[in-house]
């Protein structure tokens, strides 16, 4: 499988040797020249990375068996990470790994099982690694050196230093797997060229790229007259974004539901002369971030959850938080919550099964209960297309068109939410997953093919 990218209309040569990579917090995507591409007709295509996807989990599973190859530790990527895991394979699961830049973890060694020790920064430029060579398997001609990489508006929102550092920590992912000239594009910017092409005239275009990490906006000029140029400074108007996306609607889910019934929010027993006092939540955070849920397995967390047993007033939910930092069932914990997301994403309730910690055991979750728990999240990213409007210097009706890419657009009322501040905008829902590695790989075809 394919997908086919319209050549842009410069030219020149090298077109074997560049690519372009959409990094996002839960999927990722490669674009390299088409086969067909000539110096003339400088086209892209989606590389498919696993059977039948044009996507793949930015996922990674480190077995606690096994011998180093050329390639380093033994892993499974992509779905394959998520099926090793579901299946009870011995060792880690690494996901939502692009939310560690710009945080103090980067630079740090985590354990993965089977006493060995990685770097997160390693662990970024083994999956940076994995696509060049899905690229180079796919018929990209080495060395495959030049790559354009999708970043967010921000990887940190306020922190301009941090901001950095995170863009150069990606940056170096991207030169230990192999790229040595490492160029970036912001991903709604890219999304606004995949945009481009379905329009006829020019056109004023709020890009909404809701992704699994980051919500990011763009004012952005597009048109027919300037698709061809490579300096589209002018055209961008604003950019603008804030770090809530898919993640945090996953972890608030999970919190307002699941963790609740493990004693999220619950109370100690009544002890006289003093009132019931709530079970510290710490770790019930923990169990809502991904990249956190292992760090209550290690055995200090755990001997200091059991004996905590006492703080709970209902022990039915200190033995189910027992069960699952015991059996390692967060992560499985964190996926129920986030399948119940998507099951109300278009309206209406669901049931979450819990029976893999306790038979029998299982909650609903309606609707109104995600709303609830998403409210201030949607408000503040409904805010910042606000704000990216403002920043452009326009008036709500001046925008010709929204268009919505990432995979947390699916969500019908963050959709709504967005659109209802633009009532004479054209909705154009884009590829949820494609259509920023589609205009990544436009913009590295006139970057490169010159």
């Keep these: 499988m394919s997908s086919n990218i319209p050549a842009p209309a410069s030219s020149s040569a090298h077109l074997a040797s560049f690519c372009a990579i ?32 044009l996507t793949m989990p930015t996922a990674v599973f480190y077995f606690a068996e ?23 394979s011995d060792g880690r699961l690494m996901r939502s790994m692009k939310s560690i830049l710009g945080s103090g973890l980067i630079d740090q060694t985590t354990d993965v099982g089977g006493g060995r020790g990685v770097k997160y920064a390693d662990i970024l430029a083994g999956y940076l690694k994995r696509l060049r060579n899905k690229a180079l398997a796919a018929g990209a001609a080495a060395p495959l050196n030049k790559v354009v990489l999708g970043r967010p508006v921000f990887f940190v929102d306020g922190e301009p230093a941090r901001d950095a550092a995170a863009q150069q920590s990606l940056e170096a992912a991207a030169h230990a797997a192999g790229f040595e000239e490492v160029h970036f594009q912001f991903e709604p910017i890219a999304a606004a060229f995949d945009f481009e092409h379905q329009c006829d005239s020019e056109q004023i275009v709020l890009v909404a790229d809701i992704g699994g990490g ?29 770090h809530i996306a898919g993640t945090d609607f996953d972890r608030h889910v999970e919190l307002a539901s699941v963790l609740r019934e493990f004693g999220y929010g619950s109370y100690g027993p009544e002890r006289p002369g003093a009132p019931a006092r709530e079970v510290p939540s710490g770790v019930y955070f923990d169990l809502a971030t991904w990249h956190l849920i292992n760090t209550v397995y290690s055995p200090g967390r755990v001997a200091e959850l059991r004996n905590m ?86 008036r709500p009706d001046q925008i010709n068109a929204l268009y919505f890419t990432g995979g947390s657009t699916g969500l019908r009322l963050l959709a709504e939410r967005i659109a209802a501040d633009y009532p004479q905008a054209i909705h154009v829902r884009g590829d949820r997953f494609a259509s920023v590695a589609t205009g990544l790989g436009l913009h590295a075809a006139r970057l490169f093919a010159r």
Excluded: C, W
């Excluded at 990011?216 to 804030?242: C, E, K």
């Design 309 to 394: 047993r006492s703080f709970y007033g209902n022990l039915q939910h200190h033995k189910r938080l027992m069960t699952v930092v015991e059996d390692h069932l967060g992560h499985e914990l964190a996926a129920r919550a986030e399948g119940a997301k998507i099951a109300v994403s278009g309206g209406g309730d669901t049931v979450i099964d819990l029976s893999v910690v306790e038979t029998g055991l299982q909650i609903e979750l309606t609707e109104a209960v995600a709303v609830a728990a998403l409210d201030a999240d949607i408000g503040r990213i409904v805010q910042a297309g606000r704000e990216t409007v403002a920043m452009a210097g326009l």
């Design 214 to 242: 980051t919500s990011d906006f763009s004012v952005v000029r597009v048109g027919p007259q300037r698709m061809s140029r490579l300096d589209r400074r002018d055209d961008i108007l604003a950019n603008h974004g804030v």
């Design 66 to 88: 096994g011998r180093h190859d050329a390639d380093g530790p033994p892993r499974a990527f992509g779905r394959a990470a998520v099926a090793a895991y579901i299946e009870g």
């Design 22 to 53: 959409d990094f996002g917090t839960s999927n990722s995507a490669i674009a390299i020249p088409r086969k067909d591409s000539s110096d003339a007709h400088p086209g892209m295509a989606l590389v498919e990375l696993e059977p039948g996807h």
